[in-house]
């Protein structure tokens, strides 16, 4: 039997998209290893978001290669689509694939593997043209995955094209699974015991609008609210001038959206925002972000931001901290700016230095500790309903469990909770901020 291993960098989307491959390959008889220890075949998932990421998604690949001198090696991911080249340069690199070949991957690598080429450059399958139709490929089958909650991509790709941002040009315009696969695959999940299941994409608000006929993320949740075939679906992440009311309070007492909006903000300076070519303004998030208090005191709220993006003053990161530090958020992603060639951004004059990035960054990631347990102080004494988790942790032999604004609270262990929906409170909380709770 051929055993597999898949390494995968970056996003939920493409952690969603190696479970998918590798689920195709265990249909065909192969065996997933988790490890990189030696196998037949290796696939790398690359990711490309920042120059760091690519950089390390090289290293990764060389890594395998080393360990695995044998194996066939399949690249594939947003830094093989945008840095094709740096990847062919790769000695020992066999195939690369490209994100619309995804699917498939599993049919065309056991065909090649069975076939004797002794051709020694990288075959590239096909490169998608952008500027065709773009269609959203799903996988035959739900992706489990080997985690308690299971991930959903609906969507793919993005039309905006933001200044800094590379991922338009690796993975196309914006497409969205049809509805009615979308239920298939949730149904698939629901009779496989997931209790939660999260609605991942690039650009997930775009969801629907490609269709025809055309529908919305709402209407989506909508129904999936109606149906309840699972007890939480959460949204990944999405943008600010996509939460609705509809939307929020789809998330409210009773209903199935969990009560956690990841937001990526990126700067709340206004002059930035329009260089970043984000489509809203610092108070347009700030009203966002307070509509979602008032009706949800207790939602978790996440925020992405960029620090150091081209001609940022002090004066302007000064905007961005004040805003957030104002507001009800509960964490915070702090991402330093990454000039991606290719992009807008790239040539952008008067780019920070990077000392004062850096210095920006650990400002902003103190100020992400005090939201953080600020909002975990606002949750004391509450009744948390939360999912228990399969894993354990191995140091404390505790589950992990995650409410649905986002908290994770450990508990005793007890494996007759796995994968369950429980109440609990939460009853210390130590100096790393890991909070200890117990059922109710
Ligand atoms: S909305 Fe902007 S940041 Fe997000 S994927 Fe699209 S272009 Fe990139």
Avoid: W
Wanted: hydrophobic content about 35%; some cysteine.
């Amino acid at each position: 039997m051929k055993k597999f291993y898949v390494e995968t960098l970056g996003c939920k989307v493409n952690q969603y998209e190696s479970d998918g491959i590798a689920s195709c390959l265990e249909a065909k008889g192969l065996i997933r290893e988790q490890k990189n220890l030696p196998v037949d075949l290796c696939i790398i998932n690359t990711c490309a978001v920042t120059s760091k990421a690519g950089m390390q998604s090289r290293q990764a690949i060389r890594k395998i290669i080393r360990k695995n001198p044998e194996a066939k090696i399949i690249v594939t991911g947003c830094h093989a689509q945008t840095d094709l080249d740096l990847i062919k340069k790769i000695e020992k690199v066999d195939h690369i694939v490209c994100h619309k070949e995804k699917t498939q991957i599993a049919d065309q690598i056991t065909a090649l593997m069975n076939s004797q080429t002794t051709d020694q450059s990288p075959f590239v399958f096909q490169q998608p043209d952008h500027s065709k139709n773009n269609l959203f490929l799903s996988f035959d089958k739900p992706v489990k995955g080997n985690m308690t909650r299971a991930y959903l991509k609906i969507q793919d790709g993005c039309n905006s094209f933001c200044t800094y941002c590379i991922v338009p040009y690796a993975r196309g315009s914006s497409v969205s699974m049809p509805e009615q696969e979308v239920f298939k695959h949730l149904d698939g999940l629901a009779q496989s015991g997931f209790r939660e299941v999260i609605l991942t994409g690039i650009h997930t608000g775009m969801y629907g609008l490609d269709l025809n006929p055309g529908t919305s993320l709402v209407n989506l949740v909508e129904r999936m609210d109606r149906l309840k075939s699972v007890d939480r679906i959460r949204i990944s992440s999405i943008e600010p001038t996509e939460i609705s009311d509809g939307l929020i309070d789809l998330a409210g007492d009773g209903h199935i959206l969990c009560d956690h909006f990841h937001i990526p903000l990126q700067s709340g300076d206004d002059d930035i925002l329009k260089k970043m070519k984000r489509p809203y303004s610092s108070s347009f998030f700030e009203e966002t972000v307070l509509r979602i208090h008032e009706k949800l005191p207790f939602a978790g709220i996440g925020v992405d931001t960029i620090i150091g993006f081209p001609s940022e003053t002090e004066a302007q990161f000064e905007n961005t901290f004040r805003l957030i530090k104002k507001l009800p958020i509960s964490y915070l992603h702090v991402f330093p700016f990454s000039a991606r060639k290719g992009t807008p951004a790239y040539h952008f004059q008067d780019k920070v230095a990077s000392e004062v990035i850096k210095e920006r960054c650990a400002r902003m990631r103190k100020l992400d500790r005090e939201k953080r347990s600020a909002f975990i102080l606002a949750n004391r004494g509450r009744r948390l309903q939360s999912l228990v988790q399969n894993t354990e942790d191995r140091q404390s032999g505790f589950l992990k469990t995650i409410t649905s604004n986002y908290l994770t609270v450990m508990l005793k262990k007890n494996d007759s909770l796995k994968g369950k929906l429980v109440d609990l409170l939460y009853e210390q909380c130590d100096s790393d901020m890991n909070l200890i709770g117990k059922q109710t």
